[in-house]
């Protein structure tokens, strides 16, 4: 006779464009059985394929060490599932993946049902479950990493739009008459301005109009959005002046999404929300003397809190939804 | 014994800045008894109350002297709409009814429930149901008019947002480093190049670059966006480039909208709509160059087909919703 299960858990995992990560998730959110490997470096499908199926057959295994049985597979990809096919279109950190059903080879490998979702998505479940937007029911969550992700989730569910495809505010443009095109082709998208890639772009940019900065001396190709935050915590005028800008574009996002969506929350994430202190007081401003004031008041800019495990704990959300 | 009812029967009212309109509509669409008078021209919420009451007197009695009952009434306004409150903000163009709770004050008065909604809210309603959108689940209905309105369609529901401000397309930011300031106090909304308002402004900041357009005739204070329009068709060079120019920004906005929502179109009403054939090619365009392939390929921008019953239509879809 099995015992009861007081709680569910699912397997959720995370494929990045540097790292696989994946974890056994209960329906309190505790993550158990964290795993981590490098994303393979390849351009076949089938090594990615295999290297999933790797990381859930071992989260498979830990949890039978403990007489957990795991409930369902929830996978997250930087990528757009669409959806009715559930073929991934735009992951360019993981392109052996692109145009293929990745949810469906690992169906046949596993021999049971996976959910797929976009990780920016995830990450928007994930802060809306466990982190800075608990409580509330629309929010739309930013990941400033490499790129400029975003999920969009309205009153409580995911939007996904009539492809698959909604919540790519990082390609919305805030300067549609500037120079900087987008790896994506446009002019003036957000990612643009608000990526960790963007920052460092803007930095050099700005080194002429700034020869005392500390930062003249990181030598060509070493300079990183990092060294840039830290020198604006240590005062460094260029580095200030750059997390003013970024946070100026981030605030016309912002009023943009005010503007359109009225949601509770803008919830920032990603690597770059380390420096939230830096550009949010900027954000904020901007986002307040753009935006209609009712919903202007009503939407609060957070720092996200579920940090790296966020697309994690929305994969799970997802799969525990249909447990 | 009464006769059993074929088809429902209620009465929806488009309370507009310049008329009052008011009609008995059926569940096949189907408009009967439209009556059209000037909206009093009042600071007082009382005496807009009293016009809007004798609108819904006037259909009650119409339909009464063929035997038919309304079952409900719907009223749309040209403002925001609190949800919880029903309080209506943001009404510059019927100032009497700002901070009012305008559906309240007829509920007394006719003893019956009435529903409030949005103006173009309920255009992108009547739209979905009777228009360009037949068939379509997920729609941004832009109306372009004196200002630009905007309702948000996703999956059959309006989208109201966390307190019913949602759907302000018209002032998000296409160029938000312009010179322009909207009324709204923002830079570079939507609405400064995309409204009739628009059309005149920059057709005549573009005076002096055409000394040979036959609009330098026209006297100061008198050029209408119309007369704009009736230019182009006869082939003048400036009004062809304004209507380029406002195409290219409705295009950006578009590509916002389509890579934030992905819906399966975006539908053109308002007075401004009679030119759609010199502005979409530009929108399309430029909605083209820079949304993402997948959801743009997906996303048509067609001309609105109910004109100005829209809104009627789109109060009455909500109406008969609730019968």
């Not at 550009?279 to 307040?288: I, N, S």
Request: hydrophobic share 45%; with cysteine.
């Amino acid at each position: 006779m099995t015992q009861p299960l007081t709680t569910e858990l699912v397997c959720a995992v995370d494929l990045g464009g540097t790292n696989l990560r994946a974890a056994n998730i209960d329906s309190s959110g505790c993550i158990h059985e964290h795993v981590k490997f490098p994303t393979p470096d390849t351009d076949k499908a089938e090594d990615i394929v295999d290297a999933v199926v790797a990381a859930v057959a071992h989260c498979e295994t830990e949890a039978a060490k403990r007489a957990a049985r795991i409930e369902a597979v929830s996978v997250v990809v930087p990528g757009s599932v669409q959806a009715e096919s559930r073929v991934i279109v735009n992951a360019p950190n993981v392109p052996a993946i692109v145009d293929f059903e990745l949810a469906e080879a690992m169906e046949a490998k596993l021999q049971r049902q996976v959910l797929l979702e976009n990780d920016a998505n995830a990450a928007a479940l994930g802060e809306m479950w466990q982190g800075a937007a608990r409580g509330s029911r629309t929010i739309v969550c930013l990941t400033l990493g490499t790129g400029v992700g975003s999920g969009i989730v309205l009153d409580g569910n995911l939007w996904h739009g009539a492809d698959g495809t909604a919540g790519e505010i990082g390609h919305t443009s805030v300067n549609p008459f500037g120079h900087v095109r987008c790896k994506c082709g446009n002019i003036g998208c957000l990612e643009v301005y608000a990526s960790a890639t963007a920052i460092v772009r803007m930095t050099r940019e700005a080194f002429s109009n700034h020869p005392a900065s500390q930062l003249n001396s990181v030598a060509e190709g070493d300079l990183t959005a990092r060294q840039v935050a830290d020198a604006a915590t240590m005062g460094d005028e260029l580095a200030l002046e750059i997390f003013r800008k970024m946070g100026t574009y981030l605030g016309i996002a912002a009023a943009n999404i005010v503007n359109t969506l009225n949601p509770e929350m803008i919830v920032i994430g990603g690597g770059v929300s380390a420096a939230f202190d830096l550009f949010a007081p900027a954000a904020q401003a901007e986002m307040l003397r753009r935006a209609f004031p009712v919903p202007a008041a009503r939407c609060q800019i957070v720092r996200a809190e579920c940090g790296d495990d966020a697309g994690l704990l929305g994969a799970a959300w997802l799969a525990l939804a249909r447990v």
